[in-house]
């Protein structure tokens, strides 16, 4: 792994994603807050709702 790469733990990913998904805060000011780029922050919501719609039994 690169030295500037940083690992981000599920539990982040999860508080990010839903935050998003929620409509609480904007994907750029999510960003800025937890330190992940705008681009991750959209990878992670769309997996959210990917799950969320697989626990629901939807496609």
Do not use: C, Q
Request: net charge positive; hydrophobic share 30%.
């Amino acid at each position: 792994m690169p030295p500037n790469e940083k690992r981000n733990s599920l539990r982040i990913k999860a508080r990010v994603a839903r935050k998003a998904v929620k409509g609480e805060r904007t994907v750029p000011d999510l960003g800025a807050e937890y330190g992940v780029h705008p681009t991750m922050n959209h990878h992670w919501k769309k997996a959210f709702r990917r799950v969320l719609r697989e626990r629901r039994g939807e496609k």
